[in-house]
């Protein structure tokens, strides 16, 4: 069955620590991949995104984020966290290659520690 | 800056009330989809929308549910009757409808509270 895996519920990080938040996907195929971000009330925010080409792509607020095909996963990065990245992150997946519906992740809740 | 806009932002009501939550898309924007997000089963698509004709809404309790685009600048979820277990924040996207997998833009959500 196609699913997305975030296999970290909740991460505490030291304010200038790196980050890596995990995301995996089951599927035969190639799906497209999203990183989200939600604060507390808020709505979704889009970090990044990956179609194709370059398996590393640059997102907003220093986040990048890395597609490796041979592990299914598409984990999300950051050298050095800040405060105001506490928040809630969703990896999200389209698998059906002619539609557009995102499959998401039960989501990642990020502290950060000072 | 151009945003998905929802209201209400905040709508608690009695159980077997009738729920209108209203969403306006991106100007331009063809594809409207509503998600809802429990804390039990996170954010899962209730129904998504193609030049205003549903495309699925397979997400949807039939009975209760109903998601229309009466025109290309409002969608709208109705519940009704409207149940404790509907309680969740609503969020309604938008997209250009260009390509497979385009980016979805979302609205702040309407959290609903039926008691």
């Known amino acids: 069955a196609q699913s997305v895996t975030q296999p970290d519920i909740h991460i505490t990080v030291s304010e200038g620590a790196s980050l890596e938040l995990r995301c995996n996907y089951s599927y035969g195929a190639t799906p497209y991949l999203f990183w989200y971000v939600q604060s507390p009330g808020q709505g979704l925010q889009l970090l990044l995104k990956?179609?194709?080409?370059?398996?590393l792509v640059q997102g907003i607020k220093g986040f990048e984020a890395e597609f490796k095909r041979s592990q299914s996963s598409f984990n999300l990065r950051k050298p050095s966290v800040h405060w105001s990245d506490a928040a809630e992150y969703f990896c999200?997946?389209?698998?059906?290659?002619?539609?557009?519906?995102?499959?998401f992740g039960k989501g990642t809740t990020l502290s950060v520690s000072s | 800056d151009a945003r998905v806009t929802q209201t209400p932002r905040h709508k608690v009501t009695e159980m077997g009330q009738e729920v209108t939550m209203r969403c306006q898309p991106i100007l331009g924007h063809n594809t409207v989809f509503w998600y809802r997000q429990t804390m039990m089963q996170g954010l899962e698509l209730l129904a998504y929308f193609r030049n205003r004709a549903p495309l699925d809404d397979s997400g949807m309790p039939k009975d209760r549910f109903s998601a229309e685009m009466p025109d290309a600048t409002l969608a709208t979820l109705k519940i009704q009757p409207s149940e404790p277990r509907d309680s969740a924040v609503y969020f309604c996207?938008?997209?250009?409808?260009?390509?497979?997998?385009?980016?979805?833009?979302f609205g702040p959500g309407t959290r609903l509270l039926v008691l």
């Open positions: 990956y179609f194709s080409g370059d398996t």
């Open positions: 996207a938008s997209g250009p409808g260009r390509t497979n997998g385009e980016t979805q833009y």
């Open positions: 999200a997946v389209v698998f059906n290659q002619a539609g557009t519906a995102l499959i």
